[in-house]
């Protein structure tokens, strides 16, 4: 159902995109979002949007470096990645619910992608 593809090895102060291609019903992922995992860390919440209107939310860790959009004809949402940081570098997964009130459980989320691996060296 998704597809996570985009990771790679970057220097500090670079920049990746992810792209995240999804299928199947509309109402089940109708919200997108991301997650990282470091090494030897929990998994963490990085950035959500919904596929319309323009509600996106983002980690303090991210805010104003990391972008989320998407592309409904390609039923592809993205995630640029800017002024990368060493602490940036994770196995990044993107995941999919339907609408609610909560967007960080990551219980709430149906569907996930196998993750890519990023990483930023110094």
């Known amino acids: 159902q998704l597809q996570a593809s985009g990771g790679g090895l970057v220097q500090a102060g670079g920049s990746l995109r992810l792209s995240c291609a999804a299928s199947?019903?509309?109402?089940?992922?109708?919200?997108m979002a991301w997650f990282r995992q470091a090494p030897g860390k929990e998994r963490e919440f990085v950035g959500g949007k919904t596929w319309s209107g323009s509600d996106t939310y983002y980690s303090d860790s991210v805010r104003g470096r990391f972008t989320m959009s998407g592309d409904n004809v390609k039923n592809t949402m993205y995630l640029q990645m800017n002024m990368l940081k060493p602490e940036d570098t994770a196995v990044y997964y993107c995941?999919?619910?339907?609408?609610?009130?909560?967007?960080?459980?990551?219980?709430?989320?149906?569907?996930w992608g196998q993750g890519t691996l990023v990483t930023v060296s110094s």
């Open positions: 995941a999919a619910k339907s609408y609610g009130p909560t967007f960080r459980v990551q219980a709430d989320y149906k569907y």
């Open positions: 199947g019903r509309t109402l089940d992922r109708a919200f």
